[in-house]
């Protein structure tokens, strides 16, 4: 059985010219145009498709693979807007993927790129998208545990900070000082768990905290080390900006990492900068 805006295995009933029918079972045949039939293919065989309906309202077929399916989110850039029906997004199909007007939860541009769920009427089989993303998100409340690594991907910026998508099931909010470096919308990043609040929102950041992280960064200050002949220039009392250039880090965790190392007698204090001490 074939499904609207989905990849699909349809196998092939009988052929034009121009022409590959595919079967669609309780849909009936889909048609793919010649321009997509794959070399050799001949009634009986399976083809891996994607259904959609075209600028004629046809059922059709594509062996294009577009950049996302219904029921996924996806960043896409928006190729033009028609004050009277909405926005067309590029999604690497031939026809447009339409964003209604009712569907906006702010006004887009063309050229912009947008973070857009995809989206499939029911009634009339149609494929749109929509940027209300809170009415496609899970039902659950969350379960997450403070520290926990999540992948996140930005949606919008506000005042506070950024919108993110939570492993693509929830959204959440990346405070603007927790954030050592802007954001754009569509960016993928690693972030972790600050606190999930009893009305179901999410507070993020992008660093790792507790025992685990500091132990990573202080293997990274090892090798570090090891690479620069057993020297490093920075040190508790080195600038923030230097600190995030060379490990990613903030001076908070890089000073843990520092005592840690210091306590475990793995460096000494030079002031300034650390040295490996030698076994």
């Known amino acids: 059985m074939a499904e609207i805006g989905k990849q699909n295995s349809l196998r092939a009933t009988r052929e034009t010219p121009q022409v590959l029918y595919l079967d669609g079972g309780p849909l009936g045949e889909i048609l793919l145009p010649g321009l997509y ?11 891996e498709v994607f259904v959609y309906r075209d600028s004629e309202d046809r059922l059709v077929a594509t062996t294009d693979v577009p950049l996302a399916t219904v029921g996924e989110f996806a960043l896409l850039r928006v190729v ?28 887009v541009t063309e050229g912009e790129w947008i973070v857009v769920y995809v ?39 506000t005042p506070l900070g950024y919108v993110a998508l939570v492993d693509r099931s929830y959204l959440g909010l990346l405070y603007r000082n927790l954030v050592p470096k802007p954001l754009r919308v569509g960016d993928y990043v690693q972030g ?28 990274q200050i090892l090798e570090t080390l090891e690479r620069n002949g057993g ?30 190392l210091y306590r475990s007698q793995r460096i000494k204090l030079e002031k300034p900068g650390v040295s490996l001490v030698k076994k």
Request: glycine content about 6%.
């Open 80 to 107: 033009g807007v028609n004050r009277n029906i909405g926005a067309f997004l590029d999604w690497a199909l031939p026809k447009d993927l339409l964003l209604p007007y009712r569907e906006m939860e702010n006004p």
């Open 119 to 157: 989206h499939l009427d029911a009634r009339t089989e149609r494929i749109y998208a929509t940027t209300r993303l809170s009415q496609h998100l899970s039902k659950e409340p969350p379960t997450y545990t403070v520290g926990q690594p999540v992948d996140l991907i930005i949606t919008r910026e």
């Open 231 to 260: 020297r490093l220039d920075l040190d508790d009392d080195s600038p923030p900006e230097a600190i995030r250039a060379a490990f990613g880090a903030s001076k908070k965790a890089f000073k843990q990492a520092i005592g840690q």
């Open 192 to 219: 972790y768990i600050v606190a999930c609040r009893p009305d179901g929102k999410i507070d993020l950041t992008l660093e790792s905290s507790g025992r685990s992280a500091v132990s990573s960064l202080s293997e």
């Open 37 to 47: 039939i794959p070399q050799g293919t001949v009634p009986g065989d399976l083809v």
